[in-house]
T-cell receptor
């Protein structure tokens, strides 16, 4: 069990560029979450997948944000036309698919800086 | 939605001191987790504790679901305990946890 991994760990981009982040969950975890965290705040939910199905999206997730989880394994989060307000830590978590058990395991995060 | 309040917001300790962090929530919960976020931003699982008491070394946690709070105890604190402690709860049929704003802990040598 290698834990949740995220790539890249850091990303610096210019305003208006597109960026894509990847998350590899713990193998056999069928639940996957994306969060955004800004300084001094707790993680804010962005979107949730159960297997390959995207079941919930936060109202925070504007139409510039899209997430996929093809084949129910790794997931990608894309931000189009980045804005300075998108600068944040993007966290991915996975959880096993056991009924009633929602223990989450987080990856190291991707820190995005938009110049 | 459910509200989660953590206290105190900030805590400064000398190495070796004990502390209690609190998480209050506004509705009944069926899942609760405590995390430690280290200075590099990694969220580390401490306890998955929807109810009852658990201990892991110098740390222990108690959740009293009927009274809508959870406590995290840190004994004999060390400098490596520094960071932000979050609780996250899930209620009802939602798949989505709600995080508190955290308690920022600094332990001085």
């Amino acid at each position: 069990d290698t834990g949740v991994s995220q790539d890249p760990r850091h990303k610096i981009t210019k305003r208006g560029q597109n960026v894509t982040f990847r998350c590899d969950p713990i193998s056999e975890h069928n639940r996957l979450y994306w969060y955004r965290q800004t300084l001094g705040q707790g993680p804010e939910f962005l979107t949730y997948f159960q297997n390959e199905a995207q079941l919930e999206k936060s109202r925070l997730l504007s139409d510039r944000f899209s997430a996929e989880r093809p084949k129910g394994s790794f997931s990608t989060l894309e931000i189009q036309r980045t804005e300075q307000g998108d600068s944040a830590m993007y966290l991915c978590a996975s959880s096993p698919g056991l009924a009633g058990v929602f223990e989450q395991f987080f990856g190291p995060g991707t820190r995005l800086t938009v110049l | 939605g459910i509200q989660v309040e953590q206290s105190p917001p900030d805590l400064i300790l000398q190495e070796g001191a004990n502390s209690t962090l609190r998480c209050n929530f506004s509705d009944s919960v069926n899942n609760l987790q405590w995390f430690h976020q280290n200075p590099w931003g990694q969220l580390i699982n401490l306890f998955y504790i929807p109810s009852g008491t658990k201990q892991n070394g110098r740390l222990s946690a108690t959740t009293v679901a009927t009274e809508r709070y959870s406590l995290l105890y840190i004994s004999s604190s060390q400098t490596t305990d520094s960071g932000v402690y979050f609780c996250a709860v899930r209620s009802g049929g939602s798949y989505i946890p709600t995080f508190g704003r955290g308690t920022s802990l600094i332990v001085h040598p």
